[in-house]
Nanobody, 120 residues
Framework: QVQLVESGGGLVQAGGSLRLSCAAS????????MGWYRQAPGNQRELVAS???????NYADSVKGRFTISRDNTKNTVFLQMNTLKPEDTAVYYC??????????????WGQGTQVTVSS
């Protein structure tokens, strides 16, 4: 099986920064796209940013210019650097990965989520 473990959430004032990390472990053959989603109370889960194994990135319009996604393929880890945070960035942030798993093929996994709270 595969586990995604997130870290780095917390409470920060508006204008501040946080860096999220998500490490994948298990019987992994390869990881294609990794991404970060978020869900605020009463809202649907939405894509924040994604990155392919080759490094191509995609961002939600609301975070362009403020957030940067990156990954370390040698450690099966994806990062989200969040700068100039706004109260509307408050949400639970979830890591997501498309993983090729030994003996099971291509599967999609979610992390447990990490809370990000931005105070005004």
């Amino acid at each position: 099986q595969v586990q995604l473990v997130e870290s780095g959430g917390g409470l920060v004032q508006a204008g501040g920064s946080l860096r999220l990390s998500c490490a994948a472990s298990g019987t992994i053959i390869s990881i294609n796209t990794m991404g970060w989603y978020r869900q605020a109370p009463g809202n649907q889960r939405e894509l924040v940013a994604s990155i392919t194994s080759g490094g191509s990135t995609n961002y939600a319009d609301s975070v362009k210019g403020r957030f940067t996604i990156s990954r370390d393929n040698t450690k099966n880890t994806v990062f989200l650097q969040m700068n100039t945070l706004k109260p509307e960035d408050t949400a639970v942030y979830y890591c997501n990965a498309d993983v090729t798993v030994r003996f099971r093929g291509a599967l999609n996994y979610w992390g447990q989520g990490t809370q990000v709270t931005v105070s005004s």
